[in-house]
């Protein structure tokens, strides 16, 4: 079982920036894929951004690629997702998730890819 913990959110203006934490649980956290997806009320839960612990690689969704960026530290079983140029249309409930084996790794983008989420931290972006 991993247990995931956000934290970072808040509000701020368009133009700002924000950084969000999530803090595993995880013995073997070097294992996982990590991923942030966010959910906007009354729509969908879309993927944002993964790193693949294993190998390294970074993954981003369209609307936020150029302007976000997820790293992390090991040592404090922490990833981050740092956000700039921030804009209204970014406001949504940003999770966190992991996953193991091959299925996050080929797929980091897919909700199914990953059996632990976080409970969430609201991100609101003021026009």
């Known amino acids: 079982q991993v247990q995931l913990v956000e934290s970072g959110g808040g509000l701020v203006q368009a133009g700002g920036s924000l950084t969000l934490s999530c803090a595993a649980s995880?013995?073997?956290?070097?294992?996982?894929?990590m991923g942030w997806f966010r959910q906007a009320p009354g729509k969908e839960r879309d993927f944002v951004a993964a790193?693949?612990?294993?190998?390294?690689?970074?993954y981003y969704g369209y609307s936020v690629k150029g302007r976000f960026t997820v790293s992390r530290d090991n040592a404090k079983n922490t990833v981050y997702l740092q956000m700039n140029s921030l804009k209204p249309e970014d406001t949504a409930v940003y999770y966190c998730?992991?996953?193991?084996?091959?299925?996050?790794?080929?797929?980091?983008?897919?909700?199914?890819?990953?059996?632990?989420w976080g409970q969430g931290t609201q991100v609101t972006i003021s026009s």
């Open positions: 998730a992991a996953g193991g084996g091959e299925r996050a790794t080929m797929a980091p983008q897919r909700l199914t890819s990953y059996d632990y």
């Open positions: 995880a013995r073997t956290f070097s294992a996982y894929t």
């Open positions: 790193l693949s612990l294993s190998h390294g690689n970074t």
